[in-house]
């Protein structure tokens, strides 16, 4: 079980960062549009659910591989937002 809980803190650390990096860009920056930020954090948002929900599934035949496949989708995810947060 410790795998599943370590995965869901990963999950919500990496989701809960990039959101934090879009308000820090909103505040140093005021006068700038702010509706891609929220598009990213929309976007994060709806991203978390997703991989939390497939992380709660829990009639699955193999869970290594499937953790690990979660662990690859956020990990190209979180790059994607990343690189849209960067591109603010």
Do not use: C
Not at 63 to 85: G, M, Q, Y
Request: a negative charge.
């Amino acid at each position: 079980m410790a795998n599943k809980r370590d995965l869901k803190k990963e999950i919500n650390y990496v989701f809960g960062d990039i959101i934090e990096e879009v308000y820090i860009w909103e505040l140093n920056n005021p006068g700038k549009d702010t509706k891609p930020g929220e598009a990213i954090i929309d976007e994060a948002i709806s991203s978390f659910d997703v991989l939390i929900s497939r992380a709660n599934e829990r009639q699955v035949e193999n869970s290594s591989k499937h953790f690990k496949t979660i662990r690859e989708d956020l990990k190209k995810t979180a790059e994607s937002l990343v690189e849209k947060v960067n591109a603010l």
